[in-house]
């Protein structure tokens, strides 16, 4: 069977920065969880952030790869650097990812770790512009398909294609 990895938040776990979730209600998502499919990860809350934290967003609205390549840094509201601990949860990601043979996730859009086809432009005044977060980069790097929560009907047509 097919493992997906899921953003922690998408689950109901309270990891947002702003210390809640963002809980799907997805039918096919709740039939996956019955199936003990999915497997909940946030990359923040495990490369070393606290909950809450304040919201972070990467300099420039550059994207997950240019964090990677190390050429944007992400910033927190406060003005602290957590470039770090951004770039340890995608590591902790794939390592989750790479235990369970995970080839497909589901990620919260907009996140700046989590965002699959939107993040924020780094000014903190609510614009998204296209692109990716760290873990998603990451992830998709290596070769895992990333969906959001906004396209899991699509990942189910992933998911069958995986196992036929
Ligand atoms: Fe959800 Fe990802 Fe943000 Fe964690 S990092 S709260 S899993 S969107």
Redesign the pocket.
């Known amino acids: 069977m097919e493992r997906i990895l899921v953003?922690?938040?998408l689950m109901g776990r309270r990891?947002?920065y702003d210390g809640g979730a963002k809980t799907s209600t997805d039918a096919l998502l709740a039939e996956w969880r019955e199936e003990g499919r999915l497997v909940p990860f946030?990359?923040?809350?495990e490369g070393g952030l606290p909950t809450p934290r304040p919201a972070a967003e990467i300099e420039g609205g550059a994207g997950g790869a240019a964090v990677l390549a190390g050429a944007a840094r992400v910033l927190a509201t406060d003005g602290q650097d957590v470039t770090g601990a951004f770039l340890a949860g995608a590591q902790a990601a794939l390592a989750v990812a790479g235990s369970f043979d995970i080839k497909m996730a589901i990620?919260?859009e907009g996140?700046p770790?989590?965002g699959a086809l939107a993040i924020y432009d780094g000014t903190f005044r609510g614009r998204r512009l296209p692109g990716q977060g760290v873990t998603t980069s990451l992830l998709e790097l290596h070769g895992i398909k990333v969906f959001t929560e906004e396209h899991i009907a699509e990942a189910g047509d992933y998911l069958r294609a995986l196992e036929a």
């Open positions: 953003s922690a938040c990891v947002r946030c990359p923040e809350v990620l919260k996140s770790s989590c």
